[in-house]
């Protein structure tokens, strides 16, 4: 593993593994991110120079009880991330095996054929396979019945059921996992947050935890309409985005400069290209004039990444200078050989499996995350940069 630039131990980058570990599998849907809402309340718990709030979407604001003494000037950085991930909700129990679930988010419709789910209630996990699809209900979402393995006394209205893919696990430098979307990069950003806390001068770093992404960004579409983040604010939102050859897994955290929808704030954007460059000591890639060899270990992308979209879109149409960091994702949403089936030339079933992420690249992106938090140019590099070039070679013309 490359060491951290920003010099975070070894020790420390063990304990955000621990913690993505612990994170990644909890049952998390939307509107009902109980689950991962309890595990950031016990790490709170154990920092009291932390500060949790929450706005009428029930929404995370967490913030310092305190500036540092000498912070550095600016308005306020936020980090935001979403704590939900596409899982099925009960909406009615058939009978004491048999329940009617809504799924909430997207994913092919090949996918949902007797795949296996896990149920979490009260009393433990019951796992079972879907049975089929139930026509002509109202609302948005498809809704699906589930066959359990065993009677679920206790299964009720709300509770969370979610893709039977296994546990977490590290293969090499691959980290497969039932939720990197979004929960890695909530754990880097609380990594960040918990790594900052310890630091001298830094910006008014805050982080904001949304819910209900994955509808449709309902949480962050919430949290601007009522100014929860404090107006003026540069939001860094993260994402998870699935990976193509132009942005692959292993690459490096990307600099993302915007989604499907729209592009983010150019200078913000800038901003944080420019100390993902301080810290590895060189651009993203290699110019026409230079070697692959140049490139620096620590290793960042900047990518458009438009193969889905992300609450950075949210930010910007609604009045913040928002910009996007993600990470590069395989198995996005669970579907396994996902471009295959939606080409139509896969050879075996459609099936759902784990997320996958990289173990450097979520380091990396606590790394970067650190840096923004220590320091954040105010404007963007290229005005610098190109006032630099004219005054060196203007005189040619």
Aim: charged share 20%; glycine share 8%.
């Amino acid at each position: 593993m490359t060491p951290s630039p920003v010099h975070i131990s070894a020790a420390q980058q063990a304990g955000h593994l621990r913690w993505l570990h612990e994170v990644t599998p909890l049952p998390t849907a939307a509107g009902r991110e109980g689950a991962v809402i309890a595990w950031m309340n016990r790490w709170l718990a154990e920092r009291p120079d932390l500060v949790c709030t929450t706005d009428s979407a029930g929404n995370l604001h967490i913030a310092f009880r305190s500036h540092p003494k000498d912070p550095v000037s600016g308005p306020p950085v936020y980090f935001t991330a979403h704590m939900d991930h596409p899982a099925f909700v009960i909406e009615r129990v058939i009978a004491p095996s048999v329940v009617q679930m809504s799924f909430r988010g997207g994913v092919m419709d090949e996918y949902f054929v007797e795949a296996p789910v896990v149920l979490h209630t009260k009393s433990g996990t019951h796992r079972g396979r879907l049975a089929g699809t139930v026509e002509h209900v109202p609302g948005p979402f498809k809704h699906y019945l589930a066959e359990f393995e065993r009677k679920v006394p206790d299964a009720a209205v709300g509770d969370v059921a979610v893709w039977d893919v296994g546990a977490p696990s590290v293969e090499g430098d691959l980290f497969h996992t039932l939720a990197c979307d979004d929960l890695s990069a909530l754990v880097a950003a609380v990594a960040a947050m918990d790594v900052l806390r310890a630091d001298g001068p830094r910006h008014d770093v805050r982080l904001l935890l949304t819910r209900a992404e994955e509808v449709g960004f309902i949480g962050a579409i919430a949290a601007a309409r009522d100014t929860t983040m404090e107006p003026g604010s540069r939001v860094i939102a993260l994402e998870n985005s699935r990976s193509f050859p132009e942005s692959p897994i292993g690459g490096g955290p990307i600099v993302r400069v915007g989604d499907r929808m729209s592009v983010f704030s150019p200078a913000l954007t800038d901003a944080v290209a420019k100390r993902a460059e301080e810290i590895a000591g060189g651009a993203s890639s290699v110019t026409a004039s230079q070697k692959l060899a140049e490139l620096s270990k620590w290793r960042w992308q900047r990518k458009l990444m438009a193969g889905g979209a992300c609450e950075a879109s949210v930010y910007c149409a609604l009045g913040y200078e928002c910009t996007c960091v993600c990470l590069p994702l395989g198995n996005y949403h669970n579907m396994a050989d996902l471009e295959n089936v939606q080409a139509g030339t896969n050879t075996t079933p459609p099936r759902v499996a784990r997320e996958v992420n990289s173990v450097c690249d979520f380091h990396g992106l606590v790394d970067l995350l650190v840096a923004c938090g220590r320091k954040l140019p105010a404007g963007g590099a290229l005005t610098d940069r190109f006032d630099r070039l004219w005054g060196e070679r203007a005189f040619v013309l």
